[in-house]
Nanobody, 129 residues
Framework: QVQLVESGGGLVQAGGSLRLSCAASAHTFSSYNMAWFRQAPGKEREFGAAISWTGGSTYYVDSVKGRFTISRDNAKNAVYLQMIDLKPEDTAVYYC??????????????????????WGQGTQVTVSL
């Protein structure tokens, strides 16, 4: 069982920055692919960014490329999402997710919700004009 706890959300003006953190309880954290998904009011939960269990590969949805950066620190059992140049359309609840590394080795699976077995409770990000 893996427990994930997100932090770092809040209210920010358009053009501002936030850094989300996700603390994981897994003893074998370094063997998990990690991702950030987000869900805006009235919309489906969507993929945002992912990082492979090795940390060597990262993936982003087109709408955040160049503005969001996902990273991980296996020594701290943590994954981060640095967000800059935030836009009102980035407003959503952001969820941290973890999936065993062996479940995904190809490009496409990193974007799929089913790849990730464990989910956090989410942290709210609100971007105002």
């Amino acid at each position: 069982q893996v427990q994930l706890v997100e932090s770092g959300g809040g209210l920010v003006q358009a053009g501002g920055s936030l850094r989300l953190s996700c603390a994981a309880s897994a003893h074998t954290f370094s063997s998990y692919n990690m991702a950030w998904f987000r869900q805006a009011p009235g919309k489906e939960r969507e993929f945002g960014a992912a990082i492979s269990w090795t940390g060597g590969s990262t993936y982003y949805v087109d709408s955040v490329k160049g503005r969001f950066t996902i990273s991980r620190d296996n020594a701290k059992n943590a994954v981060y999402l640095q967000m800059i140049d935030l836009k009102p359309e980035d407003t959503a609840v952001y969820y941290c997710a973890a999936g065993e590394g062996y479940r995904c080795s190809g490009y496409g699976c990193y974007f799929e919700r089913d790849t990730y077995k464990y989910w956090g409770q989410g942290t709210q990000v609100t971007v105002s004009l």
